[in-house]
């Protein structure tokens, strides 16, 4: 619509004069407070300038997201991966999608803060949306790994003829895969029931003589 409308003529409303962007924001400002059950405000004509500068804003905020979620579908190995390597690339596409942004808005240092603040709530959406995905990987790589370290070095021992014994019997190989488990898997995100579960389970049915 804004893309129809910037190619008007100039109208008038009262003594108001509106070129095409300009009463493109009037409309959707008028749409906007018009939907709204709690607003009893004027509808407000926009100046020109006013006008100019948002429409700047909202053609550069929408090409910095897109440029932060094309940085990021680009350097993002297979998920999942460290948080320390999804916060450094995560980093570097904010950076790079908001230096492009400032390069091309307009306007008063209070506009331009609002802006900045407007296209970083946009962005926080799009990371959560990676962010939940590499919790949900890391979460199944985690409990798949916790399988497969549980069936080879702890489940092999609570076998009937094949019980620990002694502290001695639990190798210190045994020792250090178990601590490692504990350690590897209680540090990341997500559910951890079923380690637990399994975890209770050793220290239940070993039998310490």
């Not at 460290?82 to 492009?100: R, V």
């Amino acid at each position: 619509m804004t893309s129809i409308l910037s190619k008007l003529a100039p109208r008038y409303i009262g003594p108001a004069y509106m070129n095409g962007i300009m009463f493109a924001q009037f409309l959707e400002s008028s749409v906007k407070q018009l939907n709204d059950p709690t607003n009893n405000c004027m509808i407000a004509v926009p100046s020109e300038y006013e006008a100019v500068i948002r429409f700047i804003a909202d053609k550069s905020i929408h090409r910095a997201r897109r440029l932060y979620e094309v940085m990021m579908k680009r350097k993002l190995p297979p998920l999942p991966i460290a948080w320390e390597k999804f916060a450094d690339i995560h980093a570097e596409a904010f950076e790079e999608a908001l230096g492009s942004l400032m390069a091309m808005l307009v306007g008063s240092a209070r506009k331009i803060n609002e802006f900045e603040i407007e296209f970083c709530k946009g962005v926080k959406k799009i990371e959560s949306n990676y962010r939940k995905k590499n919790e949900k990987a890391l979460c199944e790589f985690h409990e798949n790994l916790a399988k497969r370290f549980w069936n080879s070095f702890v489940n092999v021992g609570l076998q009937e003829g094949n019980f620990f014994v002694s502290i001695s019997g639990f190798t210190s190989k045994h020792l250090w895969i178990y601590s490692d488990l504990c350690n590897f898997f209680f540090s990341s995100s997500g559910p951890k029931q079923t380690l637990t579960k399994q975890l209770k389970s050793l220290n239940t049915n070993m039998s310490w003589r």
